[in-house]
């Protein structure tokens, strides 16, 4: 596939004929060029200060996005990266996402262009979470902070504009949802009682790393348990719904726990691994359960996991237990969030450079 010369230069040259930032939008909803909000013109200019902040040069082809297969190189990266507000720093973060996001594990060619409301959710960890003030704490998965918003709408625009998921186009989501324009937080290492996420994924505490999973959407989970056992019972009752990729396929679920939550696991004496291990065991559910389209669907998947797929058989909700993931994150209250997954996708993690 080839790569453009510039893609800075030609959208540059749309502003020899457009010279004010109300035409400038107009072309690019018309071009469907936009998430459905005012983009930030990318100039030369800005395209160029963007590119200061990575070694990388211009042209390296950084992945090919699916579903179209257009090569992300690093300048049409930080073309996008200008256009949703981004400050030049952030380019490497969307270097790194962008790579993540085109491994095979994580079935970009599905998250793109299926029926489902899936998401890219970007989870930043390591250092670089205090250099670029992403948010981990309250409201961290909501308004307010620019990092957090650009950063995520970037990837949105890479994913639309490179790999050419246009919605009603070869995006085929039936209702979508807000993710969709902008998903991405920080872990709160420091409230955390165990291993951070890119540690578990086995990078060190010291490096940079960003995640991407393919997330339905959020589910808050609201309790002021102060024990461990019932705290780990409710949040497992709570993943269990019969009409789920995740049983379909054996996913990998994940779970955003406050720190307040996080506490009560840690006085209670559990490791991470101990609270998936809960989850895991109580969240399985009856495959008679599911609907007979499902049940179908469930013996091409999992037959070759499970064996005979029987009504009373339960179905575990991941594969394995170590598939549940868990993140902290949030501020203070008793809330905690559980993420369903795409169900056929696994995240991937990349060292931030």
């Not at 930080?78 to 973060?93: K, R």
Request: some cysteine; hydrophobic content about 40%.
């Amino acid at each position: 596939m080839s790569v453009p010369v510039s893609a800075a230069a030609q959208a540059a040259a749309t502003f020899e004929m457009y010279d004010n930032l109300d035409e400038i939008n107009r072309l690019y909803r018309e071009r469907r060029w936009s998430d459905g909000l005012p983009i930030v013109p990318p100039t030369l200019e800005r395209v160029e200060r963007m590119l200061k902040a990575t070694s990388r040069a211009r042209d390296d082809v950084v992945a090919h996005v699916a579903p179209g297969y257009g090569a992300a190189t690093v300048e049409r990266i930080a073309v996008n990266c200008v256009m949703a507000g981004c400050d030049p720093e952030y380019l490497p973060v969307l270097i790194a996402a962008t790579e993540a996001v085109a491994d095979p594990a994580f079935n970009l060619q599905g998250i793109q262009a299926t029926t489902n409301p899936v998401a890219v959710w970007l989870v930043v960890n390591g250092p670089i979470r205090s250099t670029l003030n992403v948010n981990s704490g309250l409201n961290c998965m909501g308004q307010g902070r620019w990092s957090n918003a650009t950063i995520g709408r970037a990837m949105r625009l890479i994913l639309q504009n490179i790999g050419d998921a246009l919605p009603g186009e070869m995006d085929r989501a039936t209702h979508g949802q807000p993710g969709k324009y902008t998903f991405c937080c920080a872990e709160n290492e420091e409230a955390s009682p165990w291993e951070p996420l890119h540690v578990e994924r086995g990078y060190a505490a010291g490096q940079s790393a960003v995640t991407v999973v393919g997330a339905e959407g959020t589910m808050n989970m609201n309790t002021h348990s102060k024990d461990a056992a019932e705290l780990a019972r409710v949040f497992a009752e709570t993943m269990v719904h019969p009409s789920s990729n995740e049983y379909v396929h054996g996913g990998e679920p994940w779970l955003v726990i406050g720190p307040e939550h996080a506490e009560i696991f840690k006085r209670g004496g559990l490791s991470k691994r101990d609270v998936k291990a809960r989850l895991w065991e109580r969240s399985k559910l009856p495959v008679k359960a599911l609907s007979g389209k499902e049940i179908d669907r469930a013996r091409d998947s999992r037959s070759e996991e499970l064996g005979e797929l029987t009504p009373e058989l339960l179905l575990p909700i991941s594969r394995r237990l170590e598939d549940i993931m868990l993140v902290v994150a949030g501020g203070a209250g008793t809330h905690s969030v559980y993420v369903p997954c795409f169900g056929n996708s696994r995240a991937v993690t990349r060292e931030i450079v």
